[in-house]
């Protein structure tokens, strides 16, 4: 035990993966998806406002006419395909937690929204169906590790049709600039958010070279030591479109965020669209 604690705290290589996938585990899923609900914080999910205008602006100013068949990647709860789905798109929605996606179908039961929900890795193999357009929103393609976002963009890019588009956004290098390294420890009594045991909970925040930050949690019970890393990559314009480019996407826009504020450079996110050449 106290080998695997000591193990734990010490700094892993870049992209190491957590032993449990926080986002999966049903105990923190759950914790998850009140945050996804919350309006209060953005732990999960923007804000409700910001994703109407989001969706607003990707309808009005990205969507071609020919645009009929939607993939949201990571889509949580639903709130971006229910968003699409009401604008009458044919929306799919894939997500790796049972949790949300269980969410998502009772909630377009209850508003009566045709919906696709499927619970799925995006980074395996998926069903044949092509699509128009896909998003994956919130920058979780920072959370991937290089070989990870390659895996993406190759299967987005066989998901999609001739001519279709691809949107994400990423947290930029301003971002990176204003992460501070930190180290903390709490003790959660009646458990929390990592767990519904009593435990203990030792985390740091390292910044690595090369744009690359982690979020650690030990987290320490009677038995046992789980470790969860939440990892980002923080992108320049030109690294990100470059990246985007060697997997054969065209550069169509860029912008600050994704609800489609004008790219200047100087904000913490930045959203792009590609196509499918
Ligand atoms: C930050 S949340 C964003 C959710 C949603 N896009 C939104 O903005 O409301 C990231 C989502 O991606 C999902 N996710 C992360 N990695 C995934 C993977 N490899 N395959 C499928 N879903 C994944 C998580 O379960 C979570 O719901």
Redesign the pocket.
């Known amino acids: 035990m106290n080998q695997k604690l000591l193990a734990s705290v010490k700094k892993p290589e870049p992209f190491t993966r957590s032993e449990k996938m926080f986002?999966?585990d049903p105990h923190i899923a759950t914790h998850l998806l009140e945050a996804?609900l919350s309006q209060a914080t953005e732990g999960?999910?923007?804000n409700q406002a910001f994703?109407e205008r989001s969706v607003a602006f990707l309808c009005h100013e990205v969507l071609t006419n020919e645009t009929k068949a939607i993939i949201?990647?990571?889509?949580?709860?639903g709130?971006?395909c229910e968003a699409f789905a009401k604008r009458g798109y044919q929306v799919t929605g894939?997500?790796?937690?049972a949790n949300?996606i269980a969410y998502a179908k009772s909630q377009a039961k209850e508003k009566q929204l045709p919906i696709t929900y499927e619970i799925?890795?995006?980074?395996e193999e998926m069903e044949n169906k092509k699509y128009d357009f896909a998003t994956l929103?919130?920058?979780?393609y920072g959370?991937l590790s290089a070989s990870d976002r390659k895996q993406f963009l190759s299967n987005c890019w066989h998901r999609l049709k001739e001519g279709g588009r691809l949107f994400l956004d990423v947290f930029t290098d301003l971002k990176y600039d204003a992460f501070t390294e930190s180290r903390s420890w709490h003790l959660h009594e009646q458990g929390g958010f990592w767990s519904e045991r009593e435990h203990l909970e030792l985390a740091q925040n390292v910044k690595y070279s090369d744009l690359v930050t982690l979020e650690q949690s030990v987290i320490v019970t009677e038995d046992d030591v789980d470790t969860y890393y939440i990892w980002n990559q923080f992108f320049t314009r030109d690294r990100f479109v470059n990246e985007l480019a060697a997997a054969g996407f065209k550069l169509i826009a860029v912008y600050n965020n994704a609800a489609g504020q004008a790219f200047n450079g100087k904000a913490e996110t930045m959203a792009v669209v590609v196509e499918k050449k």
């Open positions: 986002w999966t996804h999960a999910s923007r994703i949201d990647y990571g889509c949580g709860p709130f971006y894939v997500d790796f937690s949300s799925q890795n995006y980074l929103i919130y920058c979780d959370a």
